[in-house]
């Protein structure tokens, strides 16, 4: 029938081809079984990794590794264009951390290819929040999506069903991934799912515009601030949660506590680490 036709042609990929997995498209629409059944038959040839372009806790049950993060983009998307505050990301951490497995990777993202050719391209739908968003999706909890031609800061709508290069080009973006991929490989917790960290809330004094947080894996700490306003803001952080000493992302020397207020420019970010 058509799930063992299916079945045996993803088998053979894997088996033959040597292929490592497979993203696989609005996943939900088809029966969890049979995606289960699939993994398994899968893994019976060898170790795969499975996305699902989907956005439920169940798929992560027997069938999937990763899902779509869709709840994460379109809270970015509203801070962005000012139609919510950080109680958006907030939310959005909350509902994953109770309602998804720990092991559970959620691609967090900025563009997909659906996106870019029909709703807009990452510059027109975050503007001047975009560096910010980048970075909270490799510092933050989830697996990050680096959707074609981000890197080289295509600014231009793709076309879906027909030929359309790619402008590649160096880009400030290109530059910041880099470091950001380098920057998340060296800290434990960082990693994804249950080998990285969970993020802790980190109160601060403008709680609606700055989003702050730990995140701890043995001896590696790292403390995330985001400016997501318009505006520049100072804000202390009044208990000794994140106290201490720090390199941040540029590699300057940065002690914290409550007494030491920090200035963040609008749209902008400290990443820092011990």
Known sequence: DLREYMTKAMVYWVKEVGVDGYRCDV??????????????????VKPVFMLA??????????????????????????????????????????????????????????????????????FERFRDALPGALVLSFVGEGIPL?????????????????????????HPHGDLIKRLIAFRD????????????RMVSVANSAPQQVFSFLRDKGEDRVFVVMNFSAEPKTVTFPTAQAAGEYEDFDGRAVTINPETPMTIEPWGWRVMAR
């Open 27 to 44: 996943a939900g629409y088809v029966p969890l079984d049979f995606w289960e059944n699939v993994r398994a038959e899968l893994e019976a």
């Open 186 to 197: 060296a800290h434990p917790a960082l990693h994804n799912g249950e080998w990285g960290a």
């Open 53 to 122: 372009e989907f956005n439920h806790r169940d798929v992560h049950r027997a069938a999937f590794d990763a899902s779509y993060a869709w709840a994460w983009n379109n809270a970015m998307h509203d801070i962005a264009a000012g139609k919510a505050n950080t109680g958006a990301l907030y939310g959005y951490y909350s509902e994953n951390e109770s309602a998804f497995p720990a092991e559970a990777m959620r691609m967090t993202y900025v563009e997909n290819h659906d996106q870019n050719a029909w709703e807009g391209t990452s």
């Open 146 to 170: 680096v959707h074609n031609g981000v890197e080289a800061g295509n600014e231009k709508r793709l076309a879906f069903f027909e030929k359309d290069p790619i402008a590649w080009r160096q």
